[in-house]
């Protein structure tokens, strides 16, 4: 295992316990953030709060200590607002709402052996190939 | 609250780490795609996919987490279709658009998250109208 496996195996781990403290790897809870109703569970805010003030601080931080270079850390981003993006979007949020499972939530509870998990990542999957036989929205750093 | 907060505190700092690591933004539907497609950079996807599930097994180990799904298997399967096909699709998820990308003041991904956001409510609402299913 080289630096870069490493150092993705340790962001894994480390993004998988965030999930599990934040509660989010419970479908309940985030059924429960898009259930508008006098049941309204609002904590999915404070996670998505609290990892873009840390991301985007790092994020800062380390532009600034590369100086001038700072713009190479990142990769390249798409803007575009075109139709992919909405239509995948709205799909995928009606899955999410159906199941409370987003990709990386669903990728956790594998290991917690739930085999409503695996019936879901293997769903997940074919989704993923069958996404990829249509036009698609192509991230920055990918060729168009 | 404090532990969403603190949860997501982690999330943020991972991403970050799986930046530094491999120059890639940390979105699960994309690297879980990636560690599928090109073999050049699949290991760095598995190894931190791998991750993800140690951290499951970890707190299955130290706790009992929610395992078991409140929600037919049948329901889960067409969910996971829609959410991989979705987030293929519109390039990314609540990782990828939704802590990375506004995180860097993506106006895409705002757009994206809020319409994720929008149907995913609006999901829950007519599935609490026909009430086929247990309330969580």
Known sequence: MNRRQLGALAAGGLFGVGLVVSGMTDPRNVIGFLDFSSRWNPSLIAVMAGAVAVHASLLALLARAAGGRGARLLPPRNPRIDRPLILGSALFGVGWGLSGYCPGPAIVSLGFGARTAFAFAAAMIVGIIAGGLVPRRRAGCEAP | ?136
């Open chain 2, 1 to 136: 609250m404090l532990t969403g907060l603190v949860g997501g505190a982690l999330i943020g700092l991972a991403a970050t780490v799986y930046l530094l690591a491999t120059g890639r933004v940390a979105g699960v539907s994309g690297i879980v795609a990636g560690a599928l497609g090109d073999r050049e950079a699949r290991g760095e996807r598995i190894a931190f996919l791998a991750g993800l599930v140690g951290a499951g097994l970890i707190a299955a180990a130290v706790s009992s987490p929610a395992s078991a799904h409140p929600y037919p298997t049948a329901v889960l399967i067409v969910a996971g279709v829609l959410v991989g096909t979705g987030t293929r699709i519109g390039g990314g998820c609540t990782s990828g658009h939704g802590v990375c990308g506004i995180s860097r003041l993506s106006i895409a991904s705002l757009v994206a998250t809020a319409t994720f956001i929008a149907t995913g409510a609006a999901t829950v609402a007519i599935a609490n109208l026909f009430a086929a299913r247990p309330t969580p």
